[in-house]
């Protein structure tokens, strides 16, 4: 499995972005797929997740700001970034969870400038 990600950049505050990730090499869609970030000197830390049923999840920061969908069919997972404030600013990685097996992409920049 690989996951391709795309759509970090530079943005100022108050902008939005939509991050996209693309897996290839799975043949179900009975799996999570999720976006997590790390900013510098801090862990890795979930952002939001969404289920093979379009379940979410979101974390507290983020909620009312963020959204997370998919698309079964393409086997791509989207992140729709709006109001961004400088503390979003981070590596944002796509992760795709199939049974115990966590999968991650190469993650993409965003920056927040205030």
């Known amino acids: 499995v690989q996951l391709q990600a795309s759509g970090g950049g530079l943005v100022q505050a108050g902008g939005s972005l939509r991050l996209s990730c693309a897996a290839s090499?799975?043949?179900?869609?009975?799996?999570?797929m999720g976006w997590y970030r790390q900013a510098p000197g801090k862990q890795r830390e979930l952002v939001a997740v969404?289920?093979?049923?379009?379940?979410?999840n979101y974390a507290g920061s983020v909620k009312g700001r963020f959204t997370i969908s998919r698309d079964n069919a393409k086997n791509t997972v989207y992140l729709q970034m709006n109001s961004l404030q400088p503390e979003d600013t981070a590596v944002y990685y796509c992760?795709?969870?199939?049974?115990?097996?966590?999968?991650w992409g190469q993650g993409t920049l965003v920056t927040v400038s205030s």
């Open positions: 992760n795709l969870k199939a049974l115990t097996i966590d999968y």
């Open positions: 090499g799975i043949i179900s869609s009975m799996y999570v």
């Open positions: 969404i289920s093979s049923g379009r379940s979410t």
